[in-house]
Structures are given as structure tokens and as C-alpha cells.
């Protein structure tokens, strides 16, 4: 009796130690100290946009540190002593002598669809008065590119809808593709032609401003907002007069943005306007930091800054989603010089240009592409068929009148088929001329191409040259539906649809020869244009006036 009465006693004690071990384990889960040990430095040195820090003996490179104010700074230069700080917003109510504490964590930036439509600056704060962005999902700036064997070939086009850049020097998704030129010779209007083009196309876009005047942006957003390409944009922002560190960052924030949609199979379209900006402001970051200066001052890694960036556009494979990211960087050039430092990183960088031309601007051939300067090294194998059957005998004809034109200029006397030759080419030129804000579809591209191929328009003035355009366009919408399928599919373009495609803009012509066709006139307009501009030309002067002297005069 005796030993039952024990074991109760036991295992009563044992229950109620278990019951006591137990909520004090509890409690000490659930209990959290009023004070927590963290890592605190102090500013010790001020400058722009960088700040020079003591302590914080374990920081890590890159990782983002917190200043009074609520402003953020990337730890970029990691000494023994000190650490230099990128700062990521308004400095200047910062002191020597403030605290700095660390935040464990790298710079990242919100992702979703509910950016879309949004304007925001580099580190996802909203700019445009429409509250919280409503999104959880973040993502680092910074972030590896996509491995070789993720990678698919560049296999689709994206239409630019620019008639120049479509027909002769295409872009596929996943291209990266420069856009370089002197200062105002129509950049931004390419890159805001093709964002404009893309509706209902399925493509998101994203616009990158990067160091641009406030003026300017307002004006880029307002033209968005009027064409309804903010229904499938977003706008990634930073103004000149801020921090140069928020220039740094803003290609990479926009990068991750973009990155989030390709990895859900979609096709993403990014605008970095511009990345000459970009390197000045590393180059400022870098010689405050005191990095040594290379060619030009930029710092020896200014290649492989753009290089992660540009790399981080590609098209992935099937099994990954297939989704697509395509670059059009900008790059602004000093007098026409394409052989400076950056412009010439970035042409190794990327897989093709476009180079606008200030001579083409200022004689009114916009937009100003020199297509003899201008290649897309990928984007051939993704242009559509129907553009591969008209456009190779059209880069033969443009570039034979390229040069025509430039011997022609010497006076020099041209006989009647080099003269038909530099006609047929003026008149490439006026229809590869193009609005701004005006982009066109693909099949009277198509269309306008065919007629140029044809020599439809040699007869007409080049005064009249943009009427006729116009009107070989809209007689693209009376082409039947099966022969605009077969335009937009990748089949070859038939004898038959050519021939149809053909008759049609001959036919819209016909206003111009009301009693004649185009080709009916084509030798008379040729022959009269050779005896114009033979009679007008310098060189015949001399010899004409020595043909009217008398013969001993002659042989004087």
C-alpha cells in the first residue's frame, strides 16, 4: 500500500515539473527584450551624395545601411578603418557625428502587377500621387543574369512600328539593341515610338529615366499618358538634381522590375534613357570615393557595370516560360563620335545600333537613322518573312544611292542609269520618312515596301512623295484577310500575295496619273530627270561654253 501511495506522489511531481518546465518554455519563446544588441557607427565625413563612416566592423559590401531621417545608403567602399556610403536620398540634414545603423540586407526594390501604370523612383517609393503601391513581393536590384543554358535564340520580332528600324535594321525580343546620337537628334522619340507600339501586343514596358530634367520626363509621361501606353507601362525615375547614387541604382531597380514579369513568361520591353548619364554618375560616385580614374576619369570597371546590366536581357527557354526581356539603351554621343569611350563599350556590349545622325536631322529625314551605320546582328533571324523577301534588294538600292549621292555632290557628270539610280533612292528615302508618335502597323509597311520595290513611286514629286505614302497605306486595309494572316505568320511571302499587294497600291496611285499607270511612265520620268539634271549640272558648263567657240578660239 504503502509503495502505490509513492508512485502517485512520483508521477504527480513529475507531471507538475513537466507542466512548469513547459510554460516557462513558453513564456521564454514569447518573451522579447526591451533591448536588442545592433551595430552602430558614426558619420565621420561628408560629401555629395557619399557619406564616410567609422565602425560597423562587419558590414558587408553592398549592404544597405540606415541614417538618421529615414535615409538609406549602400555600403560601397569597405575599408579597415572606414566605410564609404552611396546615400539614397536627401543628405543634407545629415551631421558629422550621426548615427549609422546596419539593416542586414541588400538594396531591393517592390515587384508586381501592381506597378503597372505607376511612376516611382529607384527604390519603389510612388511619385505620382496614387497612394501605396499594393504589392508585397521585393526583389534585389542586383541580381545574376540568367545562365547560358536558360537561354533560347532570339526567334520573335518586336515591331517598332518605325518603318526604317522594322525594314532594315529589326529588333527581336530578347535583342538588346543601342540607340546612340548626338544631343536632340530623336533618341527618346524612337524608344517612345516602340513603347507605343506595343499596345495590345501583350509586351510590358518599362520606361527608365535616368538623371533627366524634370521638364523633360513630364513631358515623356504626359505623351504616354495621352497615347494610353501607361495601361501597360511603368516609369522608373530619377532627376538630375538628385543624389547621384539613386542615378546608380535606377537601370538595375528597373532591371528587377522587369525581370519579375519575364519570369512569369511574359514579354517586357525596358527604355534606359540614358546610360551616359549613368556613367557620369558612377564616375562622380567613384572619384568621391577615391577610386582611381582610368580613360576619361571613369573607373576601370565602368565596362562591367553595364555589362551586368545589359546581360540581364535575354529570352529564356520554353521549359523556363519563354518569357523575354528586350534593352534599348540610349546613348548620347559628342559631335558624332562613336569611337569615345562609352559609346564603344556599349556597341561591344550589346547585339546591334541604330545611330541617328544630326546631318539626316538637320536635312529633315526623320527619324535621322543612318542605316549604313546602323546594324541588328540578331534581329534579322527574328524578322518576319514577308519584311526578308522585300528588304534585301531594298538595302542594295539605299546603299548604292548613299553613295551615288555623295560622288553626285562633286558635280560630276551622271549618265541616265545612275541618275534613275539616285531618283529611286531620294524617293526610299521620303517613305522610309516617318512622324514622330505615329507608328505603323506591319502590313502597310509591308505595303509601302512593296511599292518602293516595284518603283511605283519614281514617277511622283518628291514633293508630293508623302500623299502617295499615305495613300499606299490605306489601301493596305483593302488587302483580304488571308494574305494579311499569311503577312503575320512566318511563311514566305507567295508570287500571288506580292502581285495583289502590288496592283493594290498601284491602283490607290492612280490619282497622280490619271490617265496612265506608274509603270507606264517610268523611262519618261527618268529620261526627263537625267536631261534636267545633266543640263544642270556644273561640270557640263565648261564644255558647253567651249563648244560655242569658234574652232581657233578653241585652240587657244
Given at each position: 500500500?504503502?509503495?502505490?501511495?509513492d508512485?502517485?506522489?512520483?508521477?504527480l511531481?513529475?507531471?507538475?515539473f513537466?507542466?512548469?518546465?513547459?510554460s516557462?518554455a513558453?513564456?521564454?519563446?514569447?518573451?522579447?527584450?526591451?533591448?536588442?544588441?545592433?551595430?552602430?557607427?558614426?558619420?565621420?565625413?561628408?560629401?555629395t551624395?557619399?557619406a564616410?563612416?567609422?565602425?560597423?566592423?562587419?558590414?558587408?559590401?553592398e549592404?544597405l545601411?540606415s541614417?538618421?531621417g529615414?535615409?538609406?545608403?549602400?555600403?560601397f567602399?569597405?575599408?579597415?578603418n572606414?566605410?564609404?556610403v552611396?546615400?539614397?536620398?536627401?543628405?543634407w540634414?545629415?551631421?558629422v557625428?550621426?548615427?549609422?545603423?546596419?539593416?542586414g540586407?541588400?538594396?531591393?526594390?517592390?515587384v508586381?502587377d501592381?506597378?503597372i501604370?505607376r511612376?516611382?523612383?529607384?527604390?519603389?517609393e510612388?511619385?505620382d500621387?496614387?497612394?501605396?503601391?499594393?504589392?508585397s513581393?521585393?526583389l534585389?536590384v542586383e541580381r545574376?543574369?540568367a545562365?547560358?543554358m536558360?537561354?533560347?535564340?532570339?526567334s520573335?520580332?518586336?515591331?517598332?512600328?518605325?518603318?526604317?528600324?522594322?525594314?532594315?535594321?529589326?529588333?527581336g525580343?530578347?535583342?538588346?539593341?543601342?540607340i546612340?546620337g548626338?544631343?536632340?537628334?530623336?533618341?527618346?522619340a524612337i524608344?517612345?515610338?516602340?513603347?507605343l507600339n506595343?499596345?495590345?501586343?501583350n509586351?510590358?514596358?518599362?520606361y527608365c529615366?535616368i538623371g533627366?530634367?524634370?521638364?523633360?520626363?513630364?513631358k515623356?509621361?504626359?505623351?504616354?499618358?495621352?497615347?494610353?501606353a501607361l495601361a501597360?507601362?511603368?516609369?522608373?525615375?530619377?532627376?538630375?538634381?538628385e543624389?547621384?547614387g539613386l542615378?546608380?541604382i535606377?537601370?538595375?531597380?528597373?532591371?528587377?522590375?522587369?525581370?519579375?514579369?519575364?519570369?512569369?513568361g511574359r514579354?517586357v520591353l525596358i527604355?534606359?534613357?540614358?546610360?551616359?548619364h549613368?556613367?557620369?554618375?558612377?564616375?562622380?560616385?567613384s572619384?568621391?570615393?577615391?577610386?582611381?580614374?582610368?580613360?576619361e576619369?571613369?573607373?576601370?570597371d565602368?565596362?562591367?557595370?553595364?555589362s551586368?546590366?545589359l546581360?540581364?536581357a535575354?529570352?529564356?527557354?520554353?521549359?523556363l516560360?519563354?518569357g523575354?526581356?528586350?534593352a534599348?539603351p540610349?546613348?548620347?554621343?559628342?559631335?558624332q563620335?562613336?569611337s569615345?569611350y562609352?559609346?564603344?563599350n556599349?556597341?561591344?556590349i550589346t547585339?546591334?545600333?541604330?545611330?541617328?545622325?544630326?546631318?539626316?536631322?538637320e536635312?529633315?529625314?526623320l527619324?535621322?537613322?543612318?542605316v549604313?551605320?546602323?546594324?541588328?546582328?540578331?534581329g534579322g533571324?527574328a524578322?518576319?518573312?514577308?519584311y526578308?523577301?522585300?528588304?534585301?534588294?531594298l538595302?542594295?538600292?539605299?546603299a548604292?544611292?548613299?553613295e551615288?549621292?555623295?560622288?553626285?555632290?562633286?558635280?560630276a557628270k551622271l549618265?541616265?542609269?545612275?541618275?534613275?539610280i539616285?531618283e529611286h533612292?531620294?524617293r526610299?528615302?521620303?517613305?522610309?520618312k516617318?512622324?514622330?508618335?505615329?507608328?505603323?502597323?506591319m502590313?502597310?509597311?509591308?505595303?509601302?515596301?512593296?511599292?518602293?520595290?516595284a518603283?511605283?513611286?519614281?514617277d511622283?514629286?518628291?514633293?508630293d512623295?508623302?500623299?502617295?505614302e499615305h495613300?499606299v497605306?490605306?489601301?493596305?486595309?483593302e488587302?483580304?484577310v488571308?494574305?494579311?494572316e499569311?503577312?503575320q505568320?512566318?511563311?514566305?511571302?507567295?508570287?500571288?500575295?506580292?502581285?495583289?499587294?502590288?496592283?493594290?497600291a498601284r491602283?490607290a496611285l492612280l490619282t497622280f496619273?490619271p490617265?496612265?499607270?506608274?509603270?507606264?511612265?517610268a523611262?519618261?520620268?527618268?529620261?526627263?530627270s537625267?536631261?534636267?539634271?545633266?543640263?544642270?549640272s556644273?561640270?557640263?558648263?565648261?564644255?558647253n561654253?567651249a563648244n560655242?567657240?569658234?574652232?581657233?578660239e578653241k585652240l587657244?
Amino acid at each position: 500500500m504503502k509503495s502505490e501511495v509513492d508512485f502517485i506522489k512520483a508521477n504527480l511531481l513529475q507531471t507538475t515539473f513537466d507542466d512548469v518546465f513547459s510554460s516557462m518554455a513558453k513564456a521564454r519563446a514569447a518573451f522579447t527584450p526591451p533591448f536588442q544588441a545592433k551595430e552602430v557607427g558614426n558619420i565621420i565625413r561628408i560629401t555629395t551624395g557619399i557619406a564616410i563612416v567609422s565602425g560597423l566592423p562587419n558590414v558587408g559590401f553592398e549592404e544597405l545601411l540606415s541614417f538618421p531621417g529615414g535615409i538609406s545608403g549602400i555600403a560601397f567602399n569597405v575599408d579597415e578603418n572606414e566605410i564609404g556610403v552611396v546615400l539614397l536620398g536627401d543628405y543634407w540634414h545629415l551631421q558629422v557625428g550621426d548615427e549609422v545603423e546596419r539593416r542586414g540586407n541588400v538594396v531591393d526594390v517592390p515587384v508586381g502587377d501592381a506597378l503597372i501604370g505607376r511612376i516611382i523612383n529607384p527604390i519603389g517609393e510612388p511619385l505620382d500621387s496614387k497612394g501605396k503601391l499594393l504589392t508585397s513581393m521585393r526583389l534585389p536590384v542586383e541580381r545574376p543574369s540568367a545562365p547560358i543554358m536558360d537561354r533560347a535564340p532570339v526567334s520573335v520580332p518586336l515591331q517598332t512600328g518605325i518603318k526604317v528600324i522594322d525594314a532594315l535594321v529589326p529588333v527581336g525580343r530578347g535583342q538588346r539593341e543601342l540607340i546612340l546620337g548626338d544631343r536632340q537628334t530623336g533618341k527618346t522619340a524612337i524608344a517612345l515610338d516602340t513603347i507605343l507600339n506595343q499596345k495590345d501586343q501583350n509586351v510590358i514596358c518599362v520606361y527608365c529615366a535616368i538623371g533627366q530634367r524634370a521638364s523633360g520626363v513630364a513631358k515623356v509621361i504626359a505623351r504616354l499618358r495621352e497615347k494610353g501606353a501607361l495601361a501597360y507601362t511603368i516609369v522608373v525615375v530619377t532627376e538630375g538634381n538628385e543624389p547621384p547614387g539613386l542615378a546608380y541604382i535606377a537601370p538595375y531597380s528597373a532591371t528587377s522590375i522587369a525581370e519579375y514579369f519575364m519570369q512569369k513568361g511574359r514579354d517586357v520591353l525596358i527604355v534606359y534613357d540614358d546610360l551616359t548619364h549613368h556613367a557620369r554618375a558612377y564616375r562622380e560616385l567613384s572619384l568621391l570615393l577615391r577610386r582611381p580614374p582610368g580613360r576619361e576619369a571613369f573607373p576601370g570597371d565602368i565596362f562591367y557595370i553595364h555589362s551586368r546590366l545589359l546581360e540581364r536581357a535575354t529570352h529564356l527557354r520554353e521549359e523556363l516560360g519563354g518569357g523575354s526581356l528586350t534593352a534599348l539603351p540610349i546613348i548620347e554621343t559628342e559631335a558624332q563620335d562613336i569611337s569615345a569611350y562609352i559609346p564603344t563599350n556599349l556597341i561591344s556590349i550589346t547585339d546591334g545600333q541604330i545611330y541617328l545622325s544630326p546631318s539626316l536631322f538637320e536635312l529633315g529625314v526623320l527619324p535621322a537613322v543612318d542605316v549604313g551605320k546602323s546594324v541588328s546582328r540578331v534581329g534579322g533571324k527574328a524578322q518576319n518573312a514577308a519584311y526578308r523577301a522585300v528588304t534585301a534588294n531594298l538595302k542594295l538600292a539605299y546603299a548604292q544611292f548613299e553613295e551615288l549621292e555623295t560622288f553626285a555632290r562633286f558635280g560630276a557628270k551622271l549618265d541616265d542609269s545612275t541618275l534613275k539610280i539616285i531618283e529611286h533612292g531620294r524617293r526610299i528615302r521620303a517613305c522610309l520618312k516617318q512622324s514622330e508618335f505615329s507608328p505603323v502597323s506591319m502590313v502597310e509597311q509591308i505595303s509601302v515596301l512593296l511599292a518602293l520595290t516595284a518603283k511605283l513611286f519614281d514617277d511622283i514629286p518628291l514633293t508630293d512623295m508623302s500623299a502617295a505614302e499615305h495613300l499606299v497605306r490605306v489601301s493596305a486595309a483593302e488587302i483580304p484577310v488571308e494574305i494579311t494572316e499569311r503577312l503575320q505568320s512566318v511563311k514566305t511571302l507567295s508570287k500571288e500575295d506580292r502581285t495583289s499587294i502590288i496592283e493594290l497600291a498601284r491602283d490607290a496611285l492612280l490619282t497622280f496619273f490619271p490617265s496612265d499607270r506608274p509603270s507606264n511612265t517610268a523611262s519618261n520620268s527618268s529620261s526627263d530627270s537625267s536631261s534636267d539634271s545633266s543640263s544642270d549640272s556644273p561640270s557640263d558648263l565648261p564644255n558647253n561654253s567651249a563648244n560655242d567657240l569658234p574652232n581657233d578660239e578653241k585652240l587657244k
